[in-house]
T-cell receptor, first 110, second 113 residues
Framework: GEDVEQSLFLSVREGDSSVINCTYT??????LYWYKQEPGAGLQLLTY?????DMKQDQRLTVLLNKKDKHLSLRIADTQTGDSAIYFC??????????FGAGTILRVKS | DAGVIQSPRHEVTEMGQEVTLRCKPI?????LFWYRQTMMRGLELLIY????????DSGMPEDRFSAKMPNASFSTLKIQPSEPRDSAVYFC???????????FGEGSRLTVL
């Protein structure tokens, strides 16, 4: 069955790098996504990676994909207090719906 | 630009009452999704529509839940009768295509006493 797993909590100091990890199960997923949810709000797409890529960099964000191990990670460089939020990993299932992980709460200490 | 609009933002009701949640997707988007978020189960896909047609409702918990999309600009999620275990935040999301970026509304927080 489809399942996306993430660690539940990460705490870092302001200025450090954050790495959020995720494992997924559907090897046919075309895209893998990272969404961000701030308190009291809906999810917003942060970044995504196509399944034939190993890495994608977008300013402070780096996404690494290990397709063999079905492992996805999100690295946030120079983490700021404004990065405190819940981060969701998601995989596309059968190309037409997203399955989300439980979310990782990122807490940034100043 | 208006995003996905959900109403009500908050609803408190008593067990047994009917609850109707509403969603207006972004204009031009042809896929609409209903998700439920709880601490215990995370974010669950309940149902999604493509071009107003329900495609996959396998996530709908039970017959007490129903969803409709009478036209491209409106969808409802109804719970009748409601139970305390239905308490959650219900999100509506839309996308231009089925596998495209999802744009989420701000959610409807439901509390069933």
């Amino acid at each position: 069955g489809e399942d996306v797993e993430q660690s539940l909590f990460l705490s870092v100091r302001e200025g450090d790098s954050s790495v959020i990890n995720c494992t997924y199960t559907d090897s046919s997923s075309t895209y893998l996504y990272w969404y961000k949810q701030e308190p009291g709000a809906g999810l917003q797409l942060l970044t995504y990676i196509f399944s034939n890529m190993d890495m994608k960099q977008d300013q402070r964000l780096t996404v690494l994909l290990n397709k063999k191990d079905k492992h996805l990670s999100l690295r946030i460089a120079d983490t700021q207090t404004g990065d405190s939020a819940i981060y969701f990993c998601a995989e596309s299932i059968a190309g037409n719906k997203l399955v989300f992980g439980a979310g990782t709460i990122l807490r940034v200490k100043s | 630009d208006a995003g996905v609009i959900q109403s009500p933002r908050h609803e408190v009701t008593e067990m047994g009452q009917e609850v109707t949640l509403r969603c207006k997707p972004i204009s031009g988007h042809n896929s609409l999704f209903w998700y439920r978020q709880t601490m215990m189960r995370g974010l669950e896909l309940l149902i999604y529509f493509n071009n107003n047609v329900p495609i996959d409702d396998s996530g709908m918990p039970e017959d007490r839940f129903s969803a409709k999309m009478p036209n491209a600009s409106f969808s409802t999620l109804k719970i009748q009768p409601s139970e305390p275990r239905d308490s959650a935040v219900y999100f509506c999301a839309s996308s231009i295509q089925e596998a495209g970026e999802l744009f989420f509304g701000e959610g409807s927080r439901l509390t069933v006493l």
